[in-house]
């Protein structure tokens, strides 16, 4: 598969085709636990009619194993409109991965980034409201813990863009504090980061996070695609590679870092000498 680009409710269909099948049940026998029509099973299961509050319902209460999976996933998707439909089969690879390497340019990726740090950039979407940022922002953090703090973390390279360092994003002290956790975040025993100096390089058009050369999740302004064919992966993992070769060393950037947060803590920005607005 070359890539998967489908929406959010698609996931809820592939993980009710999934448990059915794990026990055996025909859609017969899934629609005489649920009492649902067949016909309408079907089009849930293949992604042709989006679920709803009673087909989760019904679907925890066949599924007892998943604890509430489906409702909860079902309330989720009310607020993921601004989020690429891709980043939900994405979950499944990186959730399992032991090894993953990240790239984000212009701005610091979800892994690293602070809750004000986040929410700042979030409001700068059009037609977001508050709803919609309160399930991306506790959406970020959760995956957040569950990947950087879980009992067997994997390991994780992360590439920082420089100039994302230089980016104001809400304000100096916000960005003073994100400084800090990102050395907070380099000084774990299962994290790499490194610094891209702001040059030339292979990698302008996309982020990419790539898990164990098994998959690798690219987003961009329109959308998000999962890549999991060999030839495609590879491709990608040699950009990185390349990208890498031209990083700072883990000391400088660690340097870098620190430098950059002592003067985000001035309230004065990097790139300008007007002061900005620093946040309590």
């Known amino acids: ?76 998707l009310r607020g993921w409109s601004e989020v690429p439909a891709a980043f939900r089969d994405w979950s499944e690879y990186e959730d399992g991965a032991t090894t993953l390497r990240v790239w984000q340019p212009s701005i610091l990726d979800g892994l690293l980034q602070t809750e004000d740090y986040t929410q700042a950039l979030l409001v700068t979407l059009p037609g977001s409201t508050p709803q919609t940022i309160n399930v991306r922002l506790a959406s970020r953090m959760e995956r957040q813990r569950r990947i950087l703090c879980r009992d067997e973390p994997p390991h994780v390279l992360f590439i920082v863009d420089e100039p994302a360092l230089y980016r104001r994003v809400g ?35 996309s982020g990419l996070v790539i898990a164990d050369e098994r998959a ?31 990083c700072y060393r883990v000391s400088e950037s660690t340097t870098l870092l620190e430098r950059m947060q002592e003067r985000w803590a001035t309230g004065v920005s990097p790139l300008s000498v007007m002061p900005t607005e620093a946040s309590a």
């Open 171 to 205: 304000s100096a002290g916000i960005m003073a504090r994100q400084l800090a956790h990102l050395l907070e975040v380099a000084a774990l025993p299962h994290v790499t980061l490194q610094v891209m100096p702001a040059m030339e390089h292979c990698l302008n058009a």
């Open 1 to 76: 598969m070359s890539g998967i680009n489908g929406n959010p409710a698609t996931h809820f269909g592939r993980q009710m085709h999934k448990e059915r099948r794990a026990r055996g049940w025909t859609l017969q026998d899934l629609a005489r636990e649920t009492g649902i029509n067949v016909g309408h099973l079907s089009r849930i299961e293949t992604g042709r009619r989006p679920p709803t509050e009673r087909i989760a319902l019904a679907c925890d209460a066949a599924f007892p194993n998943r604890n509430g999976w489906f409702l909860e996933y079902y309330e989720e």
């Open 216 to 246: 690798t999740y690219a987003e961009n302004v329109a959308s998000g695609f999962v890549y999991t064919d060999e030839q495609t992966v590879s491709t990608f993992s040699l950009r990185l590679d390349t990208l890498r070769g031209e």
